[in-house]
């Protein structure tokens, strides 16, 4: 990708960075840790960790994307999801504040139809596939 369309992707996902980072700064305020991979801040570690253990309701996550922020709960854990997030921040460049509607719809319709909200989203589903080399 060239350097413009990648600024591009960069600021069109920048409202759920700004998210990602306020609560990564939040994390960091209370004994989280941050570190820069690229164009990409990680988080883990205190309120990031509270945070993913006790915002999905009992489903278990290693990690959550926002922009260009990934929220893990753990150092490892976001070595073992980093393919996984990755797919995820190239969906927030392709859609930029549109992804937490389209994302959130996709869930809710699942949901509706008794399907499975997280593992039948198809931006689960591409980042599922995309990270395991099919």
């Known amino acids: 990708m060239n350097t413009t369309l990648r600024a591009l992707g960069i600021v069109w996902a920048s409202p759920y960075t700004l998210l990602g980072l306020s609560l990564g700064a939040i994390g960091l305020a209370t004994g989280g840790r941050a570190r820069i991979r690229g164009p990409v801040v990680e988080f883990h570690g205190g309120g990031v960790t509270w945070l993913l253990r006790h915002a999905t309701k009992g489903q278990f996550a290693l990690a959550m994307t ?37 994302y959130l719809g996709c869930s809710l319709a699942l949901w509706l139809l008794g399907r499975r909200p997280y593992y039948d989203n198809p931006f689960e589903k591409e980042a599922y596939r995309q990270s395991d080399g099919q």
């Open 66 to 102: 926002l922009g260009h922020t990934i929220l893990g709960q753990t150092d490892a854990a976001l070595d073992v999801s980093r393919k996984h997030d990755l797919v995820h921040i190239r969906q927030f460049e392709r859609w930029g504040p549109l992804m937490g509607p389209a």
